[in-house]
């Protein structure tokens, strides 16, 4: 699907199923984080530390070749910085960290997710887990064209999709799996692979045609590779 702003929809495949997104789940589960505990640019937001739970986690996701963000008992990491693992080195082990810190458990952040979905019209999105390694979180392409516009509305979230790398305190420094950011305008905005899914993207772009800026969303899901 793409999507122009102020536009509108350019178009989108005939097939439109819900398919399985891999982490661009991450999208919701940081856009749910930033509307419950609201940050200004320049803000780092409250501290949150890692408990011998959330090691434990790290430790299984990672023995089962998930993608993860190195954490320590006792470790403080601010909302920023856990916001930069899950989205940009793409953390599940932080997705569930936050989610827990947030709702109390994963499983009523999920339910805040759905909620989240529902209120923004994706009506064939259904969301399993935090970081979208279930086959079950699934979505399709103009679903998540519509997040990513409403997303990237909030100008933390826009700045962290934005950054090719950063540092975390323990981690130290983690690259952005979005591996074309900043070519062809790319602004953003998430990618995912698992292997039910395939390779997928989710996209912002910023254009300029005829002397107009124009602002260019889509989304691509079931490739070969990332």
Known sequence: AVYVEGIGLIGTTKESAPRPIAS??????????????????????PLITAT??????????????QSVVRVAAGQQLSQYEMLQG????????????????????????????????????????????????????????????????????????????????ATIPGAGVIYNINAIL???????????WTEEAGGCFVFAANWRLGGRALRVYGAVFGQDTL
């Not at 790290?58 to 070749?65: I, M, S, V």
Request: proline share 2%; net charge negative; glycine share 10%.
């Open 24 to 45: 661009v789940a991450k999208i919701m589960a940081a856009y749910v984080i930033l509307k419950g505990h609201p940050l200004s640019t320049g803000q780092r937001g």
């Open 52 to 65: 011998s739970a959330d090691v434990t986690t790290y430790k299984t996701l990672e023995a089962e070749d």
């Open 86 to 165: 899950l989205l940009i080195a793409s953390g599940n082990n932080v997705g569930e960290m936050l989610a827990v810190w947030d709702a109390g458990s994963v499983r009523a952040f999920v339910a805040k997710m759905n909620a989240e979905a529902a209120s923004l019209g994706m009506k064939n999105t259904r969301y399993a887990d935090v970081s979208g390694f279930s086959p079950a979180s699934v979505s399709t392409a103009m679903d998540q064209v519509i997040l990513a516009t409403a997303a990237m509305e909030n100008p933390v979230f826009a700045e962290i999709v934005g950054q090719a790398q």
């Open 182 to 192: 900043g070519q062809d305008g790319i602004i953003g905005v998430k990618t995912g």
